[in-house]
């Protein structure tokens, strides 16, 4: 049997698994079915990994990522390449099952991570990553004191749109209806602030430009295009929560979740289930940030650490 077993092999998954083995824990096994590494992979920049900065050309997704599994294999942790289909539990004991195997496991720390959802426009997924972003954070910085445009009316388009006029020049709110869904207080911050333009009941019909970016948004508003020039889009339409691995044959799920689907945790990664831990873009409130889910990990190792040492005394 396991002593952990780790669903997902992000930041939050790879640190889990160094803690939780550097700390002591023998059979540790974290399931990926590709390669370990995590979403930011697929990020073309990333400067805001504090300790690992580099100028000119900037650190990829990939460059900061490809020193961690080797970090984390040297102190015992084991990488199963398959899919979890599962997580259940009964008589104490954990189950995992995969496409093609079951494993027991005493501990279990879910790291499945979260997907932002597609607007479905033209030009969506040719430059997601040369102009159209899901992360202001990330990517705000790129264009300072340059105009933008966010799309969405929740609160996460409002709060993002918010910290992008901290920077930019200028941001295009633009929203399919003439209200927002956001909570009040945020709704009136935005109305407030003087370089937000509100761009309402406004649909985007495509996104352009040439091999160095993004050029433009075209978008439809009460029957007449708009044609805004901006380099840069961020897209704010929800998230999908990679639960799928927690919910049971009754329709439930193993541990208590919120409305969106994000996994209720303490501030020691505890789902409400014992033994079970959730770490990174999963959880709620989660920053959304490498830095924050490696945090996360870092935590929820420790914890199964001593959860597996004072309940299974073998
Ligand atoms: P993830 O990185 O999403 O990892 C989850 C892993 O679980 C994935 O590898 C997935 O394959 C695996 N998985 C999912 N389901 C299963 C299953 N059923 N079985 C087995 N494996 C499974 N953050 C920053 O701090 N700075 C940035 O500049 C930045 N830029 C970004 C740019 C882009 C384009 C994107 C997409 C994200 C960016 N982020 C950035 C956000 C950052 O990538 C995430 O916050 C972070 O990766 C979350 O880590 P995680 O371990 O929680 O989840
Ligand atoms: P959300 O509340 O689901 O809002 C998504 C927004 O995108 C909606 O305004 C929706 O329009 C719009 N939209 C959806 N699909 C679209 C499409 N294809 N094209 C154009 N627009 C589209 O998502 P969220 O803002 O990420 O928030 C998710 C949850 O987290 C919410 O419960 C939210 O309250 C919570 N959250 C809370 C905080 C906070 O409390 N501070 C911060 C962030 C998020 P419609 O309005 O027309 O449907």
Known sequence: MLDLAIIGGGPAGLTAGLYATRGGLKDVVMFEFGM??????????????????????????????EPWPKQCMHFGLKHEMAQVKKVTKSNNIFKIITDSQEFEAKSV?????????????KGEDEFFGKGVSTCATCDGFF?????????GGGDTALEEALYLANICSKVYLI???????????TIERVMKNDKIELVLNAHIQEVYGSTMGVEGVKVLKDGK??????????VF?????????LKQDDGNFLCDVNDNGEVIVNLNMHTSLNGLYA????????AKQVVCAAGDGAVAGME???YVQEHFND
């Open 143 to 151: 264009y300072k004191d340059k105009e933008v445009a966010v799309l």
């Open 279 to 286: 770490a990174g873009d999963i959880r709620i409130n989660a």
């Open 304 to 306: 199964a650490l001593n």
């Open 237 to 245: 339409v929800g998230n999908n929560v990679n639960n799928d691995v």
């Open 109 to 121: 720390i879910v790291c499945t991570g979260s997907t932002p959802k597609r607007a479905g426009f």
């Open 175 to 185: 929203h399919r209806r003439d209200k927002f869904r956001a909570a009040p207080p």
């Open 225 to 234: 295009e708009l044609d805004l020039k901006v380099p840069g889009i961020f």
């Open 36 to 65: 370990p590494g995590g979403q930011i992979t697929q990020s073309s920049e990333i400067e805001n990994y504090p300790g690992v900065f580099r100028e000119e050309p900037p650190l990829t997704g990939m460059e900061l990522m």
